[in-house]
């Protein structure tokens, strides 16, 4: 029985490992760009494009240091409401590039 498992874990590990490392080529400049900011403010989990924010456990500080550096690469389009709104990084690179 040690065995039966292995191919099926091998698979599920590639797929996490396939959506926490999104290919560039796939992602918007805005998303590169806001993943780089999660990134560096969660340096505790690994956070993909579709995760939602409360539901893996960003807490508020976090998200309110988060919204400053958003608005220090685009100035005056997010406000903190919005974070809590736009919930995953794809919905809020929407957001933004909507606002452009």
Not at 30 to 36: D, G, M
Not at 45 to 56: M, Q, V
Not at 74 to 99: H, N, S
């Amino acid at each position: 029985m040690d065995g039966d498992y292995d191919e099926s874990i091998r698979q599920v590990e590639q797929l996490i490992d396939a959506s926490l490392h999104q290919s560039h080529a796939d992602m918007s400049a805005t998303e590169i760009a806001l993943k780089k900011v999660f990134d560096d403010s969660v340096t505790d989990k690994a956070i993909s494009l579709e995760d939602n924010f409360f539901e893996i456990g960003i807490s508020s500080l976090t998200l309110v240091e988060i919204s400053l550096k958003i608005d220090d690469a685009w100035p005056g389009k997010v406000d903190i409401d919005d974070i809590f709104t736009y919930q995953t990084m794809t919905e809020l690179a929407r957001f933004i590039d909507g606002k452009s």
